[in-house]
């Protein structure tokens, strides 16, 4: 029993921390918090179902597509519903661009696959002796992006052009960094990350269209907790929460999972508004 | 000498303004005349959601508070309604009043977050209070009959029919939209758009965020509460599937279509909507899709909403060639005489970010009916100095005091009171108000009427807003802008823009005003014109701690100059001390 | 041509414009709320066949008493806010003289009272017991089995062909989920059952292992979920098939949807699963429907497609469409109470879907020794097997 509550709550954690990842990686390239970091996720189970699933493209070629076509959808939110708005960031329209944005792709997969979760398919054809593969492919795949994202930021040039964009991307423009370059990129980068939380996460999540909601919230509770930009402190932040949610369900109805998490989201907030290894906020004058 | 001010047409909310809702109610009015049923629970349903949509207008439009999930408000309203018409015996009535009073409260649990919580964290933390909200009505079937519902309440007769019943919602949605355009008018609305567009200067004002919050978080959740009781008489039957996160998401594009800081937009926003699925049904399919779409599309195009499209006024070209030319002969209007005020002391005050000391050890003293000049190189403390002052800045050590008493640190909304006035190095002001609104969001504290008296437009809120209006001409005649009184705020220039934060100080009648590089920017004229305007509020007994890098206007102005450099204090004396002063002249006068 | 679901859709918008400036004979219209689109719209497609053959044979047949027949569609997305508006617009703007629907219980709810108020003669498949009320709803009829009946059926099943001791009830956390699992839990009890398991799970919870174990922990021997989540149902037959549990699970409908099987990772997964169904749209034994049911496959068959909904929802909405017009036929008027009335005086009428008894004391029209149970992966052409042990 422990076993399978541990087993499911690291797999659905590592998806929320991914989704995390996707938020702030999207955070840092352009101070915007965007919606559709969980449709993200949506759409790299119902991409991974329909290129793999449905048109019988093999594993590999059906990952790559998947991903690009993410990808895609990143670089499309940039110039859609963040760029526009980003000379007015302080009016928070983003949070409205990316809103009506992430409830259109919604929509749109909606109608156009359908209402009800569809079959993702199998991805390896080996390794479910131990564990199913749909509880360590999320796993896998949360370790494998923050080694990539660590080595990337830590020893590439482009990664510490990332680096300087966030830290001050007013600077980072004088000293002649391609800022918008960069930043489609890094929404390249997110697409990318969403896409794997739904895609490595789908023998779980399924290829549902309403799966983008519920991801975007239980993938910022991770942000929230780690301090916003903090791509570690969301891993740690998103396997808590997955552990939290299975063993709540297991002690209290499910009536009551959904409940408790956004008590207990709430009262972390209001205690830690920065998270728990946040930064303390800056002068205001 | 006597200047009146002139209300009415240019100042006041005027008659021309009321033409739009006395057409829609009106038209309200007259639909029951066709006989059309369907149209008439369309229209009792677009009035129901606007009794919610005009409070959460207030929260939204006005205080700039991205609450997303106030269906979860909605809900408990119907349910409180209907339950306790359900299982008691208390007409619907005082039920309704009771789901008012259950919003009201959670409504203040809602929203108190924002105090701490930026905007998206605020807008997640909504959604989920409105999911909780859900998942208690499903739960708590002993009461609520979770899955099954409960049957909703009816209304007493006359109401009790279809258009009883619409007469009703439209009575209410007319009340609604009168309460909040008083409140939009009145010294709590400007503070709402304040604490949105530029909070730093609010506080300076004396406005307290948190009392603010509670108020408007108090009335709109009220206002929830009371629609959800009368949506679940609408709906005959409530169960917890009625309340969709769709809902909530109408609700809130309907304020943003309609635009922020307006009533009349997102009343026209709140009807588009409503009727919007009925028009285009054979589109339902892609109606969610198609109101994302339209979001979409004015956050891109039309950011200030239906409100911007129908404000004709602020279309028409403003003069090119304005020059600035302040009254400062009518100063005595405003700054009327009194006491001196004693004299604000900085004690021994240090002060360091992350190890770094912005202020070390530094000792001021400001005189009533003195100008005080503070100069310095860049990063030398001038502004940590009006910080720490205006206690925005929490001093590691050392205190401020005006006379005898010590002005708490940490609490900059209290300054006001004690009449301590400032200006920004960059200009906060409300960019979508009138300039004459900025100039009035300055006087908040001196208003005496409560929230709900200015939201009835009782006696004494319109002898505050008759005094407000009064004082904030007379200020705008002082520094030279009173043609510009209704234009908004964003299309002025800049140097109009720092006139115009020295109005809105002025409102205060304060006995210190800080300034801080009120010059930058400043044509020679104007310079000129600021320097005459500043002796003269001096000569009304003011104490003025001038912050300024042109060296001219600050020896031309000031009674004493401080020179600060590092965070200590260089130099002090007369201007011509200054002058004279070595360290001085190679240090910072260059010569 | 086979009936699209494209081709229903167009064919119901199309019906939606209101005919103007044809010349007499004035059609004769009937109100049609469902859910077309929107997730839970897999039924009303289903019926939306039914109305839509029923409208075409009825009008090829001269329409009734020389009138053609029309059927106005209004598709609510399963919102009860839209249901509301739909059939006040129906009673007041397109005059309808009954309508059908709508097809969910939570917008029913909604509807229910308001269209008493108009004593509009009112229809519906839905099974929330609380809809149907005589005395408060005079116009409101039933043409399916209530959740009673349902639960009686199940219950049946479980206690005594089964014959299972220990039972698990399980539901998602919907608001129909909630209630048949409260409902069902006391049902099982009062008939002194041993209920050893019940719990409510999130409709959207990606993984049930843990849940499944604490069934399998209690010593169940049948489970019983009640939910209309397909990625529930489905995720909870993969646990048991992956632990190779070998309880039956005997159920809501929707344990027998196509949307279920594409979820199962084995089609094994999908044996000893018995869900609700009615003998009048089962195989015997022999893989034979009844007599009247299949001469009115027959009649489907070319006109309307049946792989991918249930005969049941296709034949219970031409039913309705065949009461509705034989009251108007029996009784030469279009009045509420003439159609009302007819309908209390019906008994035993044979349908398609059923023989319909309705009285002016009760409203619940379906026999309920017709809700059986039957096999879900024996599913053929809108219909299933009668589960082992009914005869």
């Known amino acids: 029993m422990l076993y399978a509550i541990i087993a499911s709550g690291l797999a659905t954690g590592a998806i929320y921390a991914l989704i995390g990842i996707t938020y702030n990686v999207m955070f840092s390239a352009s101070r915007v918090m965007s919606f559709t970091a969980g449709q993200l996720g949506m759409l790299g189970g119902v991409f991974g179902a329909w290129f793999i699933g449905r048109l019988g493209i093999p594993v590999l070629p059906g990952t790559l597509l998947t991903l690009g076509a993410c990808a895609l959808v990143g670089v499309v939110t940039e110039i859609v519903a963040v760029r526009p708005v980003l000379k007015s960031l302080d009016q928070h329209l983003y949070v409205l661009s990316t809103l009506a944005f992430a409830l259109m792709l919604q929509q749109f997969v909606a109608i156009e696959w359908s209402t009800e979760p569809q079959p993702f398919p199998r991805l390896v054809p080996f390794g479910d002796a131990l564990v199913n593969q749909r509880f360590w492919l999320p796993v896998l795949a949360a370790l494998v992006v923050i080694v990539v994202l660590e080595i990337m930021y830590r020893r590439t040039l482009i990664g510490r052009a990332f680096l300087a964009i966030a830290e001050d991307s007013f600077a980072a423009r004088a000293l002649g960094l391609p800022e918008r370059r960069l930043r489609m990129l890094s929404f390249a980068i997110a697409g990318v990350i969403g896409g794997l939380a739904g895609f490595a996460g789908g023998g779980l999540l399924l290829a549902f269209f309403a799966n983008g909601p519920m991801l975007s919230f239980y993938g910022f509770v991770p942000v929230a907790l780690g301090g916003i930009g903090n791509n570690r402190g969301a891993i740690i932040g998103g396997l808590a929460l997955g552990l939290f949610q299975q063993a709540a369900s297991y002690m209290v109805s499910g009536l009551f999972v959904s409940v408790a998490t956004f008590a207990v989201f709430i009262i972390m907030l209001l205690v830690a508004p920065q998270g728990l290894f946040g930064a303390p906020a800056g002068r205001r004058v | 000498m006597s200047v009146s001010a002139t209300p009415g047409t240019a100042t006041a909310p005027s008659l021309r303004a009321a033409w739009p809702y006395a057409l829609l109610l009106a038209a309200g009015i007259l639909l029951p005349f066709t006989g059309n049923d369907y149209w008439g629970i369309i229209a009792t349903r677009a009035a129901i959601y606007w009794v919610l949509v005009a409070g959460l207008n207030l929260v939204v439009g006005f205080a700039g508070q991205l609450a997303i999930g106030y269906v979860g408000l909605l809900t408990l309203g119907a349910y409180t309604t209907a339950v306790l018409c359900a299982r008691t015996s208390i007409g619907m009535v005082p039920a309704l009043a009771a789901a008012g009073a259950v919003g009201a409260g959670f409504g203040v649990l809602v929203g108190l977050p924002a105090l701490r919580l930026r905007t998206f964290y605020f807008a997640m933390g909504t959604l989920g209070f409105a999911t909780i909200v859900t998942q208690v009505a499903l739960a708590w079937t002993d009461v609520t009959g979770g899955g099954v519902g409960v049957p909703g309440p009816v209304l007493p007769a006359p109401f009790d029919t279809p258009w009883g019943f619409y007469a009703a919602c439209l009575a ?200 005080h000049g503070l100069i310095g190189p860049n990063g030398s403390g001038k502004t940590t100095t009006l910080n720490v002052i205006c206690g925005f800045a929490q001093p590691q050590r050392g205190t401020v005091t005006l006379g005898e008493a010590t002005l708490p640190a940490g609490a900059p909304q209290s300054r006001a009171s004690s009449g301590i006035a400032r200006t920004f190095q960059t200009p906060r002001l409300v960019g979508e108000a009138r300039v004459i609104d900025n100039v009035m969001i300055g006087g908040t504290v001196t208003g005496r009427a409560s929230f709900m008296e200015a939201a009835l437009s009782l006696v004494r809120h319109r002898r505050d807003e008759r005094e407000l209006v009064r004082r904030a001409a007379i200020a705008l005649r002082c520094v030279g802008l009173e043609a510009l009184a209704t234009v908004r705020c964003d299309r002025l220039q800049h140097s109009e823009l720092r006139f115009l934060e020295i109005a809105r100080a002025l409102m205060l009648a304060p006995d210190f005003l800080l300034l801080d590089e009120p010059a930058a920017g400043l044509s020679a004229a104007e310079i000129e014109h600021l320097g005459r305007l500043i002796r003269a509020i001096r000569d009304r007994g003011v104490g003025v701690l001038l912050v300024e890098h042109h060296a001219d206007m600050i020896f031309d102005v000031c009674d004493r100059v401080s020179v600060l450099n590092l965070g200590r204090e260089l130099a002090a004396g007369t201007p011509a001390e200054i002058r004279a002063h070595r360290e001085v002249v190679s240090a910072y006068l260059g010569g | 041509m086979p009936l699209k679901r494209r081709a229903l859709l167009a064919a119901s918008l199309g019906a939606a414009v209101p005919v103007v400036g044809r010349a007499a004979p004035e059609p004769i219209r009937v109100g049609w709320v469902t859910a077309l689109t929107g997730a839970s719209s897999a039924p009303g497609i289903g019926f939306d066949r039914g109305v839509h053959f029923a409208v075409d044979e009825i009008n090829a047949a001269g329409g009734v008493h020389g009138r053609p027949f029309e059927v106005v569609t209004r598709d609510t997305q399963g919102d009860p806010t839209k249901a509301v508006n739909a059939s006040v617009e129906l009673i007041s703007r397109q005059k309808v003289v009954a309508i059908w629907g709508p097809v969910n219980s939570g917008e029913a709810l909604a509807t229910t009272p308001l269209v008493a108020r108009s004593r509009m003669p009112s229809i519906h498949p839905c099974v929330i017991d609380s809809l149907i009320d005589p005395k408060k709803y005079p116009n409101a009829f039933r043409l399916a089995p209530a959740n009673v009946q349902w639960e009686a059926a199940v219950r049946h099943y479980c206690l005594d062909i089964v014959k299972a001791k220990k039972i698990a009830i399980v539901g998602d956390t919907t608001g129909y989920g909630t209630t048949a699992t409260r409902d069902s839990v006391a049902d099982f009890q009062k008939a002194g059952a041993n209920v050893v398991y019940h719990d409510l799970i999130e409709a959207t919870k990606t993984d049930v292992t843990s849940d499944v174990l604490r069934m399998q922990d209690s010593g169940a021997e049948v489970v019983v979920p009640w939910s209309v989540t397909t990625g529930l149902l489905a995720r909870l037959l993969n646990v048991r098939g992956a632990r190779g549990w070998n309880v039956p699970f005997v159920g809501h409908p929707a344990l027998g949807s196509g949307e279920v099987k594409k979820l199962l990772e084995k089609p094994a997964y999908w044996e000893k699963v018995y869900l609700i169904g009615y003998r009048s749209c089962s195989y015997d034994a022999n893989g034979k429907l009844p007599a009247r049911t299949q001469a009115f496959v027959d009649k489907l068959r070319g006109k309307v497609e049946l792989v991918d909904t249930s005969l049941w929802w296709i034949s219970a909405a031409y039913d309705a469409m065949r009461l509705v017009v034989e009251a108007i036929e029996k009784t030469g008027s279009t009045e509420h109470e003439a159609i009302i009335g007819y309908w209390n005086t019906l008994k035993a009428y044979p349908g398609v879907y059923g023989n319909y008894t309705f009285t002016p004391q009760e409203h619940n029209g379906y026999p309920t020794d017709d809700v059986v149970m039957s096999v879900a992966n024996s599913f053929r052409d809108g219909a299933y097997a009668l589960a082992p042990g009914y005869t």
């Not at chain 2, 909070?199 to 965020?209: L, N, P, R």
Request: charged share 15%; aromatic share 8%.
């Open chain 2, 172 to 371: 209410l949605a007319a009340l609604c939209t009168w309460m909040t355009a008083n409140i939009a008018a009145s010294r709590f609305g400007r503070a709402f758009v304040a604490i949105r567009d530029a909070e730093v200067a609010a506080e300076v004002c004396g406005i307290g965020k948190p009392r603010m919050f509670v108020l408007v978080f108090l009335f709109s959740g009220a206002t929830a509460g009371i629609a959800g009781g009368l949506f679940a008489d609408l709906q005959t039957y409530i169960t917890p599937d009625a309340f969709t996160f769709d809902l909530s998401v109408l609700f809130f594009i309907a304020i943003l279509i309609g635009g922020r800081g307006s009533i009349l937009g997102p009343l026209l926003g709140t009807l588009l909507l409503t009727a919007l699925p009925e028009v285009a049904a054979p589109l339902v399919a892609w109606s969610t899709f198609l109101y994302a779409a339209l979001l979409l599309v004015i956050v891109l195009l039309i950011p200030g909403g239906i409100a911007s499209l129908l404000d004709w006024r602020n279309r028409r070209p403003l003069e090119r060639d304005r020059s600035i030319v302040p009254r400062p002969e009518l100063l005595p209007e405003l700054l009327v005489e009194r006491h001196r005020a004693p004299p604000l002391a900085m004690r021994d005050i240090a002060l360091s970010f992350d190890g770094v000391h912005a202020i070390d050890g530094l000792s001021l003293t400001l005189h009533a009916g003195e100008v």
